[in-house]
């Protein structure tokens, strides 16, 4: 893990065009069945925005933690994560956006998730 960190590291470090940028982001979500707390999951990633022409690409890589209910912090499931994909719009009325992201864990199988969202304005 720690080689692909400085490779993505790396390769974020440059400025391709002036609206790339470079950003850090935690990202927290609370799972509740019926009302009642479940599970949080948290992570810190990296990321690296850049536009090319009409599409805006994004990636990101990270660390995170998921902690079931009576679990302290630290005492949960980690995992690396990482997330790739790109926006796009089209005749100024299509959105389209497309995202890949993997929870690779170290101790249960890995999560990966593709996403594609449409919207049409009229």
Known sequence: ??????IGLAAFVCDIYASDYNYIASEH???FEDGAYEQTK???????????DSYQLFGEIGF???ITEGQSIGSGSDYDYYKVGFNAKYF???H???????KLNSSDKDNNELQINTKYKF
């Open 1 to 6: 893990m720690k080689k692909l960190l400085l």
């Open 29 to 31: 979500e609370l799972k």
């Open 42 to 52: 948290q992570r810190i990633v990296i990321g690296r925005n850049i536009t090319l």
């Open 64 to 66: 995170g933690e998921d």
């Open 92 to 94: 100024s009325t299509l």
């Open 96 to 102: 389209l956006k497309v995202h890949f992201e993997s």
